[in-house]
């Protein structure tokens, strides 16, 4: 569903991945982790489109995103989180999670039932839709950000650090949910820098470090090798 | 004194309206593009002269007079400048959305230029001012004693349903709201499968029709127009849209009021102040700028974790 073959990248003159090579395969999980500054950010930005690799390729469904717009993805059944969540402040929880639906779906089960699917998974979603999103706590809008992804029924979801700042109740309770949209048949990469809950719910797994892809194998592997955990601690 | 008052107050909202017309255009461009289109007002004022044109062209070709085709030549000028905002979109500044903002005014000011020779080139006797005649004649009605005119309320009813149009277009249909996402993060809007050349388009479309019929009634008010009217008009609706908060549609709206308040006051209050309105309007722009650089309603974002 998602490959990089050799991907550099570079912001300026500044080179930020380099030879980056990974892939999801249909129905896993995969977790993304590094330290700060690792190239984590800029892998999303790339398999999005919105930067460009300077060398190798990224294929997304099949299609190479060399040629194919940052606005295409989601009508290939793609679900983007950003890094920060990124709702759109003065829109209200509803007119986010519209956009979310039509960006993906446009054929699938009509809005109001996916909503209610949605207000189902989260429940603290469903007394805030008439909200503001800009006004929401942290939490509320990285429920918000998520919801916004799997409206649509995305056949891939890509999340960007989801949980970061957020409290490590809340963090459990994301993670949480993350397991519940895989084990329901969704494809996920999680882009995190928090190892034991990452690892801790996904199939395989990668370590970048300073924009190399430093170790790969089964998340449990990861998890436990001591050159792996080394890396990213 | 009271009639005097009454009077104000009529001219008062009469120009407020323009300005605040003008003023919707430069915020809704901005809000979307975060480019500051210095050329809006010289885009606004090309429609007194497309509809000058085309009502003589007209009139010469199938007879009855130049007013009398008013009628059809206004509504029809206003398409033309929406189609011309977005031909000057795509071929320039489309291009200047990511780059340093001096680039963009430079670019934005020159295309304002352009516009102005052109006009003055291609127009017959285009250097010199042309009447333009009021949309509607006649006294409606009598407040206080003093006749409020049709064209007056021609500009408020105008107003009024231009700006409820473009809330309603903006609030309740679903190319409105990818405009209102776009206008707050585009690469996250783009995320969610959103063409931004379709929201420049629509965006520039309305912004310039919108410019057109503030252009026709700033014409009509001021019973002519000249090549270079766009320089002032552009620079009231700009101050507008500054004061009031640029991007921000009720900001452009309150903007246009306070402008209009002050030009009036000015004239009402100062002696000879009809010569120094600017003088006070364009202070006003600099305090605003000075102490609240986001304008009265300007855009605040908190970010929470």
């Known amino acids: ?233 | 004194m009271a009639e005097l008052l009454v009077q104000q107050l009529v001219n008062w909202i009469t120009l407020g309206c323009i300005y605040a017309l003008l003023a919707i255009g430069f915020s809704l461009i901005f809000g979307v593009l975060n480019v500051i289109h210095f050329s809006h007002g010289d885009v606004a004022m090309t429609a007194p002269f497309i509809t000058l044109g085309l009502a003589q062209a007209l009139a010469t070709a199938l007879g009855a007079s130049i007013p009398a085709w008013l009628v059809l030549a206004v509504p029809l000028a206003v398409l033309a400048v929406g189609l011309i905002g977005v031909l000057l979109d795509k071929v320039v500044i489309r291009r200047f959305r990511d780059a340093p903002a001096m680039m963009a005014l430079v670019a934005t000011v020159a295309l304002g230029i352009v516009i102005r020779e052109l006009i003055r080139h291609l127009y017959p006797q285009g250097s010199n001012p042309h009447a333009f005649p009021r949309l509607v004649s006649g006294m409606a009605l009598e407040i206080s004693g003093v006749a409020v005119s049709w064209f007056a309320l021609l500009v408020v009813v105008l107003t009024v349903a231009l700006v409820t149009m473009l809330f309603v277009f903006l609030r309740m249909t679903p190319l409105g709201l990818r405009i209102r996402a776009a206008s707050e993060d585009r690469i996250v809007a783009r995320m969610m499968g959103i063409r931004d050349a379709r929201v420049f388009r629509a965006t520039f479309f309305i912004a310039s029709a919108i410019g057109a019929t503030a252009g026709l009634l700033f014409a009509s008010y001021a019973g002519v127009t000249r090549f270079d009217f766009g320089v002032m008009a552009g620079l009231l609706g700009f101050s507008a849209a500054v004061i009031g908060g640029l991007g921000s549609m009720p900001g452009a709206i309150l903007g246009g009021l306070i402008i209009a308040g002050i030009e009036v006051l000015a004239q009402t209050f100062v002696t000879d102040g009809a010569s120094y309105r600017l003088v006070f309007v364009f202070l006003l722009v600099i305090a605003v700028l000075i102490f609240r650089p986001a304008g009265l309603l300007g855009r605040t974002v908190m970010e929470k974790v």
């Open chain 1, 1 to 233: 569903m998602l490959e990089l073959k050799g991907v550099d990248t570079s912001y300026g003159a500044v080179p930020m991945l380099r030879g980056v090579a990974m892939s999801v395969r249909p129905g896993e999980l995969v977790c993304l982790l590094g330290p700060n500054g690792a190239g984590k950010t800029t892998t999303f930005m790339t398999v999005c489109g919105v930067v460009r690799a300077l060398r190798g390729k990224v294929v997304v469904m099949g299609k190479d995103m060399a040629t194919l717009g940052t606005e295409n993805l989601a009508s290939l059944g793609v679900g983007l989180v950003p890094e920060g969540r990124r709702l759109f402040p003065s829109l209200t929880v509803i007119e986010n999670l519209r956009l979310g639906y039509d960006a993906v779906s446009g054929r699938g089960p009509d809005f109001a039932a996916q909503l209610d699917k949605m207000c189902t998974l989260f429940p603290r979603i469903r007394e805030r839709l008439r909200q503001v999103s800009g006004t929401l706590s942290g939490g509320e809008q990285a429920m918000v950000a998520l919801a916004r992804a799997l409206i649509g029924e995305p056949k891939l979801v890509i999340m960007d650090e989801p949980s970061l700042g957020l409290s490590p109740k809340l963090i459990g309770e994301y993670f949480e949910i993350t397991r519940e949209i895989h084990r329901r048949g969704t494809t996920i990469l999680l882009i995190e820098q928090n190892a034991e809950m990452g690892l801790g719910i996904a199939d395989r797994g990668y370590v970048l470090v300073k924009g190399k892809v430093a170790q790969e194998g089964p998340a449990k592997e990861l998890l436990s090798s001591k050159a792996a955990r080394s890396l990213y601690l």
